[in-house]
């Protein structure tokens, strides 16, 4: 693909057309602007973007889901509600998977977390191993890729798409991903960002219904962290 310097600086292009924008998220930045502000956000920069050089263009992107914001990553946009619709409804298709970068080692190098997961008022998700009321179930598939100085990268399998599950899910398991101030407390200082990235994602397309997948290479932090785990091409 062509590269456009007019697209938004921390998301970088993957894909376009006329019913879908998959793209990466760089950490910091805010998939949306939830409180209904003007803190500069991903869905907001897309939609001038795809408005630019038209005056009266009434064109906008929508969201099909988010990342947290300190997340990396790879997100799907859609282009209309209908393409949105169409993607959400075929969500339980959708695969998506993760790097994180842990403390300490899990028990077993790899294995299912599954628990239990509900926001209080304040919006912080709490993590438990019973059923409560007005608790989601949340599972994950982990596998250890690499170890060392205390800390292990791992990537995770999505099995349900809960908010904040990855980190409050290992945080619970008594390894919390690196770089958390929300959910980590001890693991906060050990990273210079929080330690997840969306690394890939495969879904149906709204309109083709050909399965279509895309990929984020692993950012600096990790590489750094874990050279080992990721040789030069």
């Known amino acids: 693909m062509k590269p456009d ?14 019913c879908m924008i998959a793209a990466v998220k760089e950490a910091g930045y805010l ?18 973007w795809m408005r630019r050089g038209v005056a009266k263009s009434r064109a906008c992107a929508w969201l099909v889901h988010r990342l947290d914001r300190d997340t990396s ?21 959708t695969e998506k ?14 294995g299912r977390l599954e628990n239990f997961l509900r926001e ?12 409560a009321p007005g608790a989601k179930s949340a599972a994950l598939e982990y596998s250890t890729l690499a170890r060392g100085r205390g800390r292990s990268l791992v990537e995770v399998r999505l099995v349900t798409g809960r908010k904040n599950q990855i980190r409050v899910q290992f945080a619970h398991a008594g ?14 200082a050990q990273a210079p960002r929080l330690m997840l990235h969306a690394l890939s994602i495969s879904f149906i397309h709204p309109s083709t219904g050909e399965r279509m997948s895309f990929s984020a290479p692993a950012p600096p932090e990790f590489r750094r962290m874990f050279p080992d785990a990721f040789p030069e091409d």
């Open 97 to 110: 998977k993760y790097l994180a970068a842990i403390d300490g080692a899990m028990p077993e190098p790899s």
């Open 175 to 188: 390894h919390p991903v690196l770089g958390d101030a929300k959910y980590g407390r001890r693991a906060r």
């Open 73 to 93: 990553g790879v997100m799907l946009f859609a282009k209309s509600r209908e393409a949105r619709d169409a993607l959400q409804a075929s969500w339980g298709e």
């Open 120 to 131: 209080d008022d304040d919006f912080f998700v709490h993590c438990m191993d019973r059923p």
């Open 31 to 48: 998939s949306c602007d939830i409180r209904g502000g003007s803190r500069p956000n991903a869905l907001d920069a897309l939609s001038e």
């Open 5 to 18: 310097r007019h697209f938004p600086r921390r998301l970088a292009l993957l894909h376009d057309d006329p």
